[in-house]
T-cell receptor
Framework: DAGVIQSPRHEVTEMGQEVTLRCKPI?????LFWYRQTMMRGLELLIY????????DSGMPEDRFSAKMPNASFSTLKIQPSEPRDSAVYFC????????????FGQGTRLTVV | SQQGEEDPQALSIQEGENATMNCSYK?????LQWYRQNSGRGLVHLIL?????REKHSGRLRVTLDTSKKSSSLLITASRAADTASYFC??????????FGTGTSLTVIP
């Protein structure tokens, strides 16, 4: 398996534009996590899915953020409208349950909102 | 909210020395994991220790866990320049969320 694949690797967009980040988890993994990393706040858990169902989205900063997982091999994180303070590196991670197993991370998407 | 807090925030040592970093967390956990992040890359899993374990070894890594103090330490022995990275602890407390600390930035000077 190629690991967790995220796209794009880099995204530069103007304030107010819609941004969609994509993630392909490792085949067979039933949990998927979205994290945001900034210097100020470190790694923040935004949302996680189990068997394609969102379980906890309490970390999503506001209504401008939404995430979907239409099937076991694909997830999206959307920001609409984007703001400069959304600039960060967004990571997707997946793991195969049961709880307490190793999570595998993608390489991240570096988002810059100007 | 973040579960773990690592200290020190930054650590600089000479190659060959040992590096110790600590993690404190807030609530009861099922297990604790350590991850490494090289600059500009994703996180890579290093080692996992379960709440009923006190110490675990993997190569040059030694992890301890003290659940009474809600703390863990990661020791890297005989450090190498390639160990230069940020190190994070991660805990799962409520189901399968992983909460990460703020990380320790380790620099190993050749």
């Amino acid at each position: 398996d190629a690991g967790v694949i995220q796209s794009p690797r880099h995204e530069v967009t103007e304030m107010g534009q819609e941004v969609t980040l994509r993630c392909k988890p490792i085949s067979g993994h039933d949990y998927l996590f979205w994290y945001r990393q900034t210097m100020m706040r470190g790694l923040e858990l935004l949302i996680y899915f189990n068997n394609n169902v969102p379980i906890d989205d309490s970390g999503m900063p506001e209504d401008r953020f939404s995430a979907k997982m239409p099937n076991a091999s694909f997830s999206t994180l959307k920001i609409q409208p984007s703001e400069p303070r959304d600039s960060a590196v967004y990571f997707c991670a997946s793991l195969q349950g049961p709880p307490g197993t190793e999570a595998f991370f993608g390489q991240g998407t570096r988002l810059t909102v100007v | 909210s973040q579960q773990g807090e690592e200290d020190p925030q930054a650590l600089s040592i000479q190659e060959g020395e040992n590096a110790t970093m600590n993690c404190s967390y807030k609530t009861s956990i099922n297990n604790l994991q350590w991850y490494r992040q090289n600059s500009g890359r994703g996180l890579v899993h290093l080692i996992l220790i379960r709440s009923n374990e006190r110490e675990k070894h993997s190569g040059r890594l030694r992890v301890t866990l003290d659940t009474s103090k809600k703390s863990s330490s990661l020791l890297i022995t005989a450090s190498r320049a390639a160990d230069t990275a940020s190190y994070f602890c991660a805990t799962d407390a409520w189901g399968n969320q992983f909460y990460f600390g703020t990380g320790t930035s380790l620099t190993v000077i050749p």
